[in-house]
């Protein structure tokens, strides 16, 4: 009768602060049943198989009645007004969603819960958990379900953001050019605090006198993952067989650098770079620039750490290779000028003493390029210096000074030494031309010790003249048996 209140169950649905729907699923039921008789027992698989069946049980459902909370939550004015335009609210991925209530409902059960996607009638994307229950009465012809729709919108923003900033992290991790490795150091953290409790206040001197303690230091690093171009970096199939192999990447000297890093862990210098050398699994070293971080929060643990590696292998080589053109001759592969200069230099600077020169000159290279060609001509300057290179020790240093000029620095050797080193030369000369016995090697040699006074420049002018009065002799001898068409052509 008009003017009577609601019974308290009616004005607890309307009020209800969660969005609530009575919904009638009987022509649902009798599509199940037809189903069942057409021998469907799946019917998750047989709705996954076709979307057009859910949305053919979704047409099948009538709304009854929903309250306040529904009709603001999805910006209807009135239940006729949503349901006109409940297409709007279900749709896109509703239909997937939808499959688990249904298959719920066939199964048996008389209550569900799920997830789904919902739309507002103005558009606006609303993430739902829905849970459901078949009304008392109801079981059989699932005439009555109540359905709550809590608007958890907010919250699958927020999963859906983190979701896509850790994608986008563990993409840069994964996909960095540079070899990175998280690590967690918390247990060399409480080694350190075990020395400070000891009253050990400089790490350096107690590493000096417990070396092993960098050891045991290094047996505690947990590395929690590693990205692939450190894979690639240190040649390694996948992660297990890097990790199980970490004493071949770390070793020799990594062990002095690691002491290092200590060090400035102790002194609460939590980002630190330096160069080293590690070793891929094939025994090949990479020359790294290590860049260590503990990140951000684990100060207080070191329970995360990062190391980046960039591998300058590559800039190594060329600056070795850049150092070596600076200081050797690249045809010859003994040394310099430029080489030969410095070193007189520093032993005049150092008063080095005794020193011994060797001063050497090629004969007959001018007839070699005229006759043969200058490849015939490169090949005795290369056979010249292999011949220095086998007959120099550690101390002493072959260097190409001109066109066909060879010298032999000798530091801190007597005449003694000066001599058995041009014994030596002449010896290897002979045994070279043995196998070139078509285009002889023939050089001149002079040598000198300094003299108590003597510049290096004097030493370095007495040789030469040594070298020059053997020059001569060999040149007056060859004219002596050369015709005057070789004569003219020398």
Request: glycine letters at 6%; one cysteine or more.
């Amino acid at each position: 009768m008009p003017g009577l209140p609601k019974p308290i169950e009616d004005t607890a649905f309307d009020l209800a602060p969660i969005s609530m729907w009575i919904e009638d699923f009987s022509e649902v039921r009798a599509l199940f049943d037809q189903w069942r008789a057409d021998g469907i027992t799946d019917l998750r698989a047989f709705l996954e198989e076709d979307l057009a069946r859910v949305a053919a049980c979704s047409r099948r459902i009538r709304v009854v009645k929903v309250n306040a909370r529904t009709l603001q939550l999805y910006e209807a004015r009135d239940l006729d007004h949503l349901v006109a335009n409940l297409g709007l609210v279900f749709r896109d991925e509703m239909l997937q969603s939808h499959i688990n209530e249904l298959a719920q409902l066939w199964a048996g059960e008389t209550s569900f819960s799920g997830t789904a996607v919902n739309y507002s009638l103005g558009g606006r994307r609303l993430d739902i958990q829905l849970r459901g229950a078949v009304l008392p009465g109801s079981e059989q012809s699932l005439e009555r379900i109540l359905l709550t729709c809590e608007d958890v919108t907010a919250r699958e923003e927020a999963r859906r953001r983190e979701l896509l900033s850790r994608r986008y992290a563990e993409g840069i991790f994964e996909h960095s050019p540079v070899s990175l490795w998280v690590e967690d150091f918390s247990q060399i953290r409480q080694l350190m605090e075990n020395l400070r409790s000891r009253g050990i206040v400089d790490l350096r001197v107690f590493t000096d006198v417990h070396p092993e303690f960098v050891r045991q230091c290094m047996g505690e690093i947990r590395v929690i993952d590693v990205n692939n171009a450190t894979l690639e970096m240190f040649c390694a199939p996948d992660k297990a067989t890097l990790l199980s192999r970490l004493r071949d990447v770390f070793r020799d000297n990594m062990e002095q650098h690691f002491r290092e890093q200590l060090i400035d862990l102790w002194n609460h210098h939590y980002y630190h770079s330096r160069e080293v050398v590690n070793y891929a699994l094939d025994g090949t070293e990479r020359a790294v620039i290590m860049h260590f971080a503990v990140l951000p929060g684990h100060e207080h643990d070191w329970s995360l750490v990062q190391v980046a590696l960039t591998d300058i292998t590559a800039r190594k080589k060329a600056e070795a290779y850049l150092a070596y053109l600076g200081k050797h001759d690249v045809l010859t592969g003994v040394n310099n000028r430029a080489f030969y200069i410095d070193e007189l230099n520093r032993l005049e600077r150092q008063k080095v003493r005794p020193v011994s020169v060797v001063m050497l000159d090629l004969n007959g290279l001018k007839a070699v390029n005229d006759e043969l060609g200058h490849d015939a001509g490169d090949q005795l300057l290369r056979r010249m210096g292999e011949v220095l290179k086998e007959a120099v020790g550690e101390t002493c240093h072959p260097a190409r000074i001109g066109g066909d000029e060879f010298a032999v620095v000798m530091p801190r050797a007597a005449e003694v030494e000066a001599e058995a080193m041009v014994d030596a030369i002449r010896r290897l000369l002979s045994v070279n031309n043995k196998f070139h016995f078509a285009v002889p090697l023939s050089v001149s040699i002079g040598h000198a010790t300094s003299i108590a006074g003597e510049t290096t420049e004097e030493l370095v002018r007495r040789a030469d003249q040594r070298m020059y009065e053997e020059k001569r002799k060999f040149y007056a001898e060859a004219d002596r048996r050369a015709p005057a068409s070789v004569l003219t052509a020398r």
